[in-house]
């Protein structure tokens, strides 16, 4: 599954691809990848004339904003857009097709199909559903350690699946979290309420520049991620403990564990990231 730097990276591209692009007609040859409106017809006839501003991202949803309307859409395990002419031959399993005024297409591929699209009115999407309860954005300018420490300490349970739960920070994703926790030097089973301040700062610093890093790298190309452009991401190079069972950490050379945490495979480094002694199994 493409995770928030992916998304970012699809983001920026999109946005360079199709921001000023008005919509002559839109297919829909899969039904069900369109939540709202119930009938992809009536998406299809709203969608009409609409001419995009700009495409904006919110947690790992895609938000295609138009003149008078928001195309919200999750990529899920293999959703892929692609800019293409209308004479190029469309390819198998490409689902939705937005034909534009300029003779260009912005094409909607799914092998799994478990994407999604969602149209609203234009500032009805962030309080609708699947957006209305998201929590914070770790990228936004907004996103402060002491907002973040405040959440946390609150938190009775393990970090790592705390971290993972989007309805406090969106998007951080299984790998990103497993990075965070090493550069923090946190173990990823200890309960949130137990870490220091100091800790808490560090993990949010440490979120915020993994998220950054990658996004700088184009995401990372673990699975088969491929941006809107066909470039593959590249920060898969700079992983320091994600996939890394029993490889020497790269901090003090102590081999790396795997565990399953919160029901997710979990990297860590059982020296650089302790366990507090009272919460040791
Ligand atoms: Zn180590």
């Known amino acids: 599954m493409p995770e928030l730097p992916e998304v970012e990276t699809v983001r920026r591209t999109l946005n360079t691809l199709v921001a000023g692009k008005t919509i002559d007609h839109v297919t829909v040859s899969l039904p069900r990848i369109i939540q709202l409106p119930d009938d992809h017809k009536q998406f299809e006839i709203e969608l009409q004339g609409h001419t995009i501003e700009k495409v904006e991202r919110r947690g790992k949803f895609l938000r295609i904003v138009m003149d008078h309307l928001v195309l919200v859409s999750h ?13 190029e ?31 609203f009115k234009k500032d009805e999407d962030l309080q609708s559903k699947p957006l209305m309860h998201l929590g914070l954005e770790p990228l936004a300018p907004e996103f402060t350690a002491e907002q973040f420490i405040n959440l946390m300490s609150k938190r009775r349970t393990m970090i790592k699946p705390v971290l993972l739960n989007q309805k406090y920070v969106v998007g951080i994703g299984n790998i990103y979290v497993d990075e965070a926790l090493f550069r923090s030097g946190i173990h990823p089973e200890q309960i949130a309420n137990t870490l220091t301040a100091e800790q808490l700062t560090r993990l949010h610093e440490a979120i915020v520049s993994t998220l950054a890093d990658a996004v700088e790298a184009g995401g990372s190309s673990i699975k088969s991620y491929v941006n809107g452009q ?42 650089c990231q302790p366990l507090p002694t009272r919460q040791k199994h």
């Open 75 to 87: 990529l899920r395990m293999e959703g892929r857009y692609g800019v293409y002419t209308k004479d």
């Open 230 to 271: 066909g470039e593959m991401g590249m920060f898969q190079h700079s992983l320091r403990i994600y996939g890394r069972k029993a490889e020497p950490c790269y901090e003090c050379g102590t081999l790396v564990e795997k565990t399953v945490v919160g029901g997710r495979g979990t990297h860590f480094c059982p020296v």
């Open 89 to 119: 031959p469309v390819e198998k399993h490409t689902h939705v097709i937005f034909h534009f005024t300029d003779g260009t297409e912005l094409r909607y591929k799914d092998v799994r199909q478990f994407g999604t699209m969602h149209l």
